[in-house]
């Protein structure tokens, strides 16, 4: 993988093409400025971008396609318009299919992989909530920009599950350890207002747009830093996390498989799932 992404460190062309617009796969779309290079990544998945294997594989094929382009940047966003991500589909582990949840979170090590690895410089315009898995997404870039009176956090704990630990490594890559372990075990999520006094967001945005215009700012920042150098820096800071997981690929799946399927598990997931749709009834 390494050697594949150091293949795109060479400098990058910026897109001739007039706003190529390319619908890479049915969950995700991936548009290229042709003025800045930078390309957007928009899920797609209605009502809430629930992290499904699908949904995993599209953004995994996106984020590959804009290294692979030549982009000069990569913003994630969605296309719905209070959701950026409701985090992991809980119809996935929930009574799963026993081949379906191993390719399930194999493909969720894909996507952190890809992104938390990437060699060009992400940004996520968080216009929506982020819950746990849109959390580790967002928290996954280099920068956050996000729309007010929404939330975000790593919720985990508070649906009696456990953030493995390239989420909370994720997490304490971008807040102050401390913070990262009480919000952690609080379970708690933070309004745009809270993540911005804490650094879990770096910006807020009046609206979708101007989120994804600030995106391209921070992005713009790089453009007179040698690409192959800024990379490569970016994958030395990061190359301990990425490496503990490539690593230990296989028994972080067992450990998941195993921990989903404990009973205890199972039913505190059933309940969540039916406050989650109480909450739609009421
Ligand atoms: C040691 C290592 C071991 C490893 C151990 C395992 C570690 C796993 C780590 C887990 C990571 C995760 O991401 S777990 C996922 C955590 N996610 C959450 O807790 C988010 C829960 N959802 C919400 O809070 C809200 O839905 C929110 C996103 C804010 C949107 O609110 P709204 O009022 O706009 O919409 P709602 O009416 O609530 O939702 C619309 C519909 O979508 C459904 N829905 C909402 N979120 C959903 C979700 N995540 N999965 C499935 N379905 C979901 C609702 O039930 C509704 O269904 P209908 O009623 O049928 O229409």
């Known amino acids: ?29 991936v548009q290229v400025d ?3 290079g930078i390309a957007t990544l928009t899920m797609n998945r209605p009502p809430v971008n629930g992290l499904n294997l ?8 996106s984020i590959e396609e804009i290294e692979g382009n030549k982009s000069r940047g990569l ?5 719905n318009p209070t959701i950026f991500s409701a985090g992991l ?36 315009a968080i216009n929506g909530h982020s819950p746990a898995g849109g959390c580790l997404l967002a928290t996954s870039c280099e920068y956050r ?27 304490e890559s971008v807040l102050p350890r401390r913070l990262a372990e009480r919000a952690l075990n609080q379970g708690r999520m933070f309004t745009t207002e809270e993540a911005l006094a804490v650094g879990l967001v770096d910006e807020v945005a009046n609206s ?11 992005i713009g920042t790089f453009a007179k830093v040698n690409p192959l150098a800024r990379a490569l820096t970016k994958q030395q800071l990061r190359a301990e996390e990425l490496k503990q997981l490539e690593d230990e ?34």
Request: charged share 25%; aromatic share 10%; glycine share 4%.
């Open 89 to 124: 589909d809980i119809f996935e582990m929930y009574k799963p299919d026993k081949e379906r949840i191993r390719a399930f979170w194999t493909a969720l090590q894909d996507v952190w992989l890809a992104l938390y690895g990437s060699s060009v410089p992400t940004a996520a």
């Open 1 to 29: 993988m390494m050697r594949s992404k150091l293949m795109n460190l060479v400098p990058r062309a910026v897109a001739t093409t007039s706003r190529q617009m390319s619908t890479a796969t049915k969950l995700t779309t």
């Open 145 to 171: 920009v996000m729309l007010p009176k929404y939330t975000i956090g790593l919720n985990e704990t508070k649906l009696g599950i456990v953030a493995p630990k390239w989420f909370m490594s994720t997490f």
């Open 54 to 61: 699908e949904l995993l594989r599209d953004i995994h094929q």
């Open 34 to 36: 042709d003025k800045t």
């Open 249 to 282: 690929r296989v028994q972080d799946l067992e450990k998941f498989i195993f921990f989903v399927n404990q009973p205890a598990v199972q039913k505190g997931l059933g309940i969540y799932l039916e406050s989650l749709k109480k909450k739609a009834t009421k």
């Open 208 to 218: 979708k747009e101007e989120a994804i215009a600030k995106c391209a700012q921070f």
């Open 75 to 79: 913003i994630l966003t969605s296309s």
